[in-house]
Every structure is written in C-alpha cells, then in structure tokens.
C-alpha cells in the first residue's frame, strides 16, 4: 500500500535550476529561515544576540514576519500564545547562553499547556562545544542540558546540511500530539558560513497522529453506554485537538454532565443543561464526580487544579484519554487510551449510536450550581463576582483573553464564561508570573482583525511592562487590564492565612498610567462602577491600550481545606 506521505515528489525544472545555482551570499541562517518557511511558517518571535546574528540576518533576506519583543521570556510567551491560537508551531529565534536560558519558564508554561513553539537557538563557535572550559562568551558546559527536562525533544546541529532534517523534524514534533516546545541549537560559526547547499524549497514534516486502540475503545463505549450516572471532565487535550464539536455531541448522546478544567475553559458550551461549567474548586462539584458510577476524563491528567487539589477520590470506573503518556494513570487507576482527544471522541461517537435517555441529569447539573451559587454567595463577595460581569460585558465575545497568576484570573478558572473553545487562556499550567500581557501580544500577531484582553495583577505587570514598547512599536490590538492592589495579591491572602502576617508581598509601583502614556499608549483608571465602560471604549479603539483599576479583591474560601 502506498501512503501519499511515501511519494517522491519530483523537483520542477525551476526548482532544478534553482538548486544547480543557489544565489550566492547565503548562509547558514538562510538554511533556518527558507526550511521555516518552507514548512508553513509565516512570522517568528525572539530577540536577537551575538552568536544569533546570522540568523537574524537572514531574516532580511526572508519573507517571514519578525517579531521582536524585550525580553526572552516574554517573546516566548507570545510564541506561545501564537501556537495556541492558529495551531501552528510557532518559532521562536534566541541566542546562546542567558538569552536561551531566560526562556525557560516561557517553555515551561507552553510545556504544560501542550502549546506548539518551536525554539531555535544559537551556541558558541563549533571549537568550543565538548563540554571543555573554553572561556567563550556565554558558554554552557551542555547548554541543550538546560532544556531537555522542559520541552519535548531536542536537535541539535552541527553542520549546515543538518539544518534542514534537524528543524523539519522538531516542526514534527511540536505538532505531534501532545504539542509542545521543541528545541534546536546551532553553532554560531554554522548559521554564519557562507552556504553552497541549494535554497530549501519544501517542508517534509508529518505530524504523527494517535489514534486510540479500538479495543479499548470498544470497552469504554460499552462501559459509557450502559452507565447509570456517566460525567465527563474535560481538559486543555480537547481545546488542544479542536475536538469540543466532538464533545459536545457525546455529551449529548449520553446525557452525562460535563465539567471543564481551567485549561480546558470553552470546551463545552457554558450555559448547556449538562454543563457544570468550572467549578474544580468546589465541593459539591468533586462530589458529584465522585458519585459517578464511570467518569470519563478527555484531555486532562486530572493534576492538582484539576482534583481539587487531590481530594477528587472517584468511586466509579474511571475512563481516561490522554495523549501525554506520561499523564496516563498517574494520579488516578482508570482504562487508559493513549490518544488524540479529537480520534478518540470521533472513536466513541462510531461505536455509541443509540442515545442514552437521562431527564434527570439537568436537573442533577442545576442542583450542584445551586448550592455552588449559595455557597459563594454566602461569602459577601460581589466585588469579585461584579468585576468579572464587567469584563464579560465589555469583551466581545469571541475574542481572546489571556490571564495572568492573579486573584481576578483564579475567579475566572471558577466563574468566568469563555463563550468559545480556545478563546480564554491563562498560565496556569505552570503557574508563572508574566504570561498575559505578552501572551496577548502574540495572540494579536496571529489574528490582528480582533481586539486581545490581557489581565494581570500589579505584580505580574511588572515583568512585562517593557512589552509596551512592543505593543507600540507593531501597533498590536491588546488591552491590558491591571487590577493594582499594591502587591502579590493572592501570596498576600496566603500568608495572612497561614502564618498571620506577610512577608516580600508588598510591592512599591509605578503610576501605570502614566507609564503607559510614557510609551505611546493610551491608558485610564477605572472604577469597579465605570469598569466596563471603560474597558469597552478600549477594546473598541485599534492598536494599545492599558486600563488600570485600583481594587483589593478576595478569593473564595477553598474547599479542600479544613474550614
């Protein structure tokens, strides 16, 4: 049998010529550059750096769209955003040494959200690799050591006809199901010696798919078919795969309520009767879960947030599909699928044709928000709960908002309404400080014809407020919200809890506004009664904006710990 990815495609006369006179002044980055475009890529992020100047000159001579942010961690957080909005892997261009390793917990957060990104980084000279102490300007012993437990796999290159075989196949990874960040690293003196090798006029990089087991699907089929009180827990796998078109129609099919994890916000409509929306952190919800004779869990390793902080103590058969092996069972016994979220709800819907009839279960989903509603409200928490209505009103309702680690955003895991697969996101895979603004940068890059939101907290803005200048300089479509309470917000309740009084989390900052301005950028300060007024004109208006609302907000009280 013949695949169509086992055909030879034959070069055309052009191309022929092409390749028998490559035009001279073409480097090692020139490889980089025409295999990324090669492969589908349109625009890179990173910053430049010493070793990296090859690359980027080559660039000059490339139709991809650079763009550059100030700091490396924060362009890797655009990438990121970037990957998870088009489903592309996205480069992301660094150098050697500090500016490779600032990246790392941009990495780690795309990592935990199975986020696309495509890392490529430039080394010390040839000479100096080997692990000797060579005294090189920003040597590593093995700087690719750095990164080997954080992204997904690494190339690297020593040679100029490695380029092309080493980046295809790292663009394969990144795509393979789980995405994730990929590194590749290049010797300085690779990406800067002048080339003979043809120009690169194709990409040959196949995503591996994952399809389930049938006969494991056949099992959990059967399992689901037959249940009395089916539930499913959706997570980032099922946004990650395009699948909650998918979801939906097995959800419906078996009448079993579905709950989404905060990566997983907007897999499942939010005001469907079997929606029990996102409320891991509540009680009633691990109850209900728990009661469920056969749980089936698509796209979530069921980690700390997603098990209410492991008090989720499932009493049913649990079905589990997950296409991060490492994931599969590592919290909880349950059938395991190592698959695609996408092949294997496609896989379920084949094999589960008759409708299960459940009345009850709507009422059963009104029931738990019922008492979810009564318990929230019983804490005087409309503050939070209005601020959050303020957004929803203010943001279109399909565009994006990405959060930072910030009280407000652990509201929204909870509370707030998507209104759409893949549309909200946040930073909670890895729980870095930083991610929104920049993020939201990269998400404007990848659809400009869309206002962004991005929330951060006073604290968390300051790790990005050099982005203004990006933002300024590309003319980006990104509101920035900054909830100001003069310090780490949730560090503040954390530790008044625990021990009484704080410590580090009171933080001196600048006037935002008038920062902003500083910039370019227009900026205002709100009010919790004109939040959403102000918010809307802001969104409405092209290019940069920053709204700053001074408020000390409050968390709910947890549930899994003893009140």
Do not use: C
Request: glycine share 10%.
């Amino acid at each position: 049998m013949t695949h169509d990815h086992d055909l030879v495609l034959r070069p055309t006369a052009a191309q022929r010529e092409a390749a028998l006179n490559p035009p001279p002044g073409r480097t090692g980055g020139d490889l980089v550059v025409e295999t990324l475009a090669g492969l589908g890529a349109t625009t890179v992020f990173g910053l430049p750096g010493q070793h990296a100047l090859g690359l980027f000159d080559a660039l000059r001579r490339s139709d991809l769209r650079y763009v550059g942010l100030r700091v490396e961690n924060n362009a890797g957080f655009a990438a990121d955003a970037y990957g998870r909005i088009t489903g592309e892997a996205a480069p992301l261009l660094l150098s050697t040494g500090p500016g490779a390793l600032t990246s790392l917990a941009a990495l780690q957060e795309a990592a935990a959200a199975s986020a696309p990104v495509l890392a490529v980084s430039s080394q010390i000279p040839t000479a100096g690799l080997g692990g000797g102490r060579h005294g090189y300007l920003h040597e590593l012993p093995d700087q690719s050591a750095s990164f080997r437990g954080v992204v997904k796999s690494v190339h690297t290159v020593r040679t100029q006809s490695q380029i092309p075989s080493a980046i295809a196949a790292a663009w394969e990874s990144a795509l393979t199901a789980p995405h994730g960040p990929v590194w590749v690293e290049i010797p300085q003196d690779v990406l800067l010696g002048e080339t003979m090798i043809p120009v690169v006029t194709g990409g040959d990089a196949f995503p591996e798919e994952l399809p389930p087991r049938p006969e494991l699907t056949a099992v959990a089929a059967q399992l689901l078919a037959t249940a009395a009180r089916p539930a499913i827990i959706a997570g980032g796998g099922v946004v990650r795969a395009d699948a909650a078109g998918k979801l939906r129609q097995l959800a419906e099919r078996l009448s079993a309520p579905v709950v989404t994890t905060f990566g997983g916000k907007g897999a499942f409509p939010w005001t469907h009767p079997l929606s029990l929306q996102s409320w891991l952190e509540d009680r009633h919800t691990t109850d209900f879960l728990q009661d469920a004779d056969v749980l089936l869990v698509v796209g979530s390793g069921l980690g700390e947030l997603s098990s209410n902080y492991h008090t989720f103590k499932p009493r049913g058969r649990v079905v589990q599909i997950e296409a991060d092996l490492g994931k599969l069972e590592s919290n909880h016994p349950a059938l395991g699928i190592h698959a695609d979220a996408r092949l294997a709800l496609q896989a379920l819907l084949e094999t589960i044709e008759e409708p299960r009839e459940d009345t009850s279960a709507p009422e059963r989903v009104r029931e738990v928000l019922a008492k979810v509603r009564a318990r929230i409200d019983g804490q005087e928490l409309t503050l939070e709960q209005d601020l959050l209505a303020s957004i929803r009103r203010a943001l279109p309702s399909r565009a994006p908002s990405f959060w930072d680690m910030t009280i407000l955003a652990y509201w929204a895991w909870s509370a707030f309404d998507p209104r759409g697969a893949n549309t909200m996101h946040s930073a909670q895979g890895s729980g870095g400080l930083g991610y929104a603004f920049p993020a939201a940068l990269g998400a404007a890059v990848a659809d400009p014809t869309s206002p962004v939101l991005a929330v951060s907290g006073d604290g968390g803005a300051l790790y990005s407020v050099a982005e203004l200048a990006t933002a300024r300089q590309y003319d980006l479509n990104v509101t920035w919200l900054i909830v100001d309470d003069g310090g780490y917000g949730i560090l503040r309740e954390y530790m008044t809890d625990a021990f009484g009084a704080t410590t580090g989390t009171e933080l001196t900052r600048p006037d935002f506004v008038a920062l902003a301005e500083s910039f370019g950028v227009p900026g205002v300060r709100t009010s919790p009664e004109t939040l959403a007024e102000d918010l809307a004109k802001a969104l409405a208006t092209p290019g940069p904006s920053v709204v700053v609302l001074p408020a000390v907000l409050r968390m709910f009280a947890p549930t899994h710990v003893p009140g």
